[in-house]
């Protein structure tokens, strides 16, 4: 399976409280020029696993955010491990093709993967301090694209996050389904156009 250029999966927490950071990751990668991916695009299937690791593997890049490392509230408590169970999957990729696949790895505190995933030692995650500024700036550091600057990314955001919430009380009064997920691509790429940013 060829990998598509240009094509970014990301690996992000499904919560209330990253909404504002997934809406921003979104119409910045889109902003930047790039073609996000995730998990929602993939059918809830017996065979779901597969088809996200399929997915991954389409995409030239890959975004984990590994800042979720809390117990959950609800009984039984306990951490979320989807997210660097697919980190270690994208890694995979890596080792295995490094001219195929890159993958980054995004938190929110300083020197805190080091003591959560202690085998990623050596390699430096883009730290976005659980800001939507902090995480465009960590994309503008991760993507060196000629002439991209965290302004621009923030003037895209700002008209998203107004329309994020129109899609959100669309959809369930969730983004995080196929259908709102959809509805924030197309409208991120509007946006953006609109401003100049992408062609």
Not at 154 to 159: A, D, K, L
């Amino acid at each position: 399976m060829a990998t598509r250029k240009g094509h970014v999966f990301f690996n992000v927490p499904f919560d209330a409280r990253y909404e504002r950071l997934y809406v921003a990751l979104v119409s910045g990668l889109i902003t930047l020029g790039f073609a996000p991916h995730c998990s929602l695009e993939v059918p809830a299937t017996r065979d779901r696993l597969s088809r996200i690791f399929a997915l991954m593997r389409e995409c030239e890049y890959s975004i984990h955010d590994l800042s979720r490392v809390q117990l959950s509230h609800n009984s039984p408590r306990c951490p979320r491990f989807n997210m660097p169970f697919e980190a270690g999957l994208a890694y995979a990729l890596f080792l295995t093709n490094k001219n195929s696949h890159a993958c980054a790895i995004f938190e929110a505190e300083d020197f805190r993967v080091q003591r959560t995933l202690s085998d990623l030692n050596g390699i430096d995650p883009y730290i976005h301090g659980d800001t939507i500024r902090g995480l465009l700036i960590a994309l503008t550091d991760l993507f060196a694209v000629p002439g991209a600057h965290t302004s621009a990314l923030m003037f895209v955001h700002r008209q998203m996050s107004a329309l994020a919430r129109i899609v959100k009380a669309q959809n369930g009064n969730t983004l995080f389904r196929p259908s709102s997920y959809r509805q924030l691509v197309a409208l991120s790429r509007q946006c953006a156009s609109a401003a100049g940013y992408i062609p």
